[in-house]
């Protein structure tokens, strides 16, 4: 009698396993469908400028210097185009957009030096962090608990460095120039790991992407990750897995990387010319890309969250 009870237990619990495998099955995206790049916007709607993807949790996505210099543009979810988000400071240009965990929408202004900020469901502008050492705050990322480093290249002296921008209690916030031992190329794309502990560095001028442990306001244990070509990179994104998703300027394609610095995928685009990219979509996994060539967004489906996407949900 027991045996026979125990037979049709475990009968009953393979048949709920059965299920639940078929329903993952359903749920799960075709594998063909993944990493296939396609336009999502028409052309002509952002300028030459066009940089700074960010998407907030509401399934918007906001880009820089929509139909002129000195805007933001916003995608709503599903929608066939853009449409004007803000106008910025007169003089004001964006380069960077980026969320944090309480939703405030951060701006890198290069032409003002600043960094602004936009509370979640407010329409007040706020400069929150500005300074004339700057040369231009480029891109920028955020940790999980507020601190955002920044890029800050000069293009002329194809140099640069990184800046780390603490915000207080009281929403005040201060910024330092980060040391570090080796001599910087032109700084550009930036993103940290998934743990926070290191931050990678894309070099334009020297197509090199490097990672370094913070410790406070120093950048240490400076590693070579991968080099492309000199001028051929941009925009860089982490995911979940700890991958970099790099933007390859004049080249089409977002390469990811690992963590390594083993080249482990090729995404062709339709333009050639991607500045920047982002992660959103309701489950993190949308990439946008924003296109020079054109003045359009594409978008393609990978297999991890961006861990910009997991800081806002606070999973990370």
Known sequence: ?????????????????IVVALCTAARAEPAATLFVSRQITPAG??????EGPAADLDGNLYVVNFRKAGTIGRLARDAPGSEKFIDLPEGSIGN????????????ADYKGHTVFALAKGSTELKALFSSERFNQPNDITVASHG??????????????????????????ATGEVMTA???MGT?????L??????????ESSTGQIWRYAIRGNELADARLVTAFEPNTIDGIRTDRKGRLLVARILKGAIDIVTAQGRLERTITLHGKEPTNLA????????????QRQGGYIEMFRTDQEGREHCVQTGAC
Not at 1 to 17: P, Q, V
Not at 193 to 202: A, N, Q
Request: with cysteine; glycine share 12%; charged share 20%.
């Open 1 to 17: 009698m027991m045996a026979t009870t125990c037979s049709r237990a475990f009968s009953r619990l393979c048949e709920a396993l």
């Open 45 to 50: 709607e952002y300028t030459f400028g066009i």
């Open 96 to 107: 960077a957009i980026r969320f944090d965990r309480q939703g405030t929408m951060l701006i």
């Open 147 to 172: 601190t955002i480093y920044a890029s800050d290249p000069n293009w002329k002296a194809r140099s640069g460095q990184i800046w780390r921008i603490v915000r207080g209690a009281d929403g005040t």
């Open 181 to 183: 031992a080796r001599v």
């Open 187 to 191: 700084t550009n794309g930036i993103d």
């Open 193 to 202: 790991s998934p743990d926070g502990r290191t931050l990678y560095v894309g």
């Open 279 to 290: 992660f959103g979509g309701p489950d993190g996994k949308s990439v946008y890309v924003t």
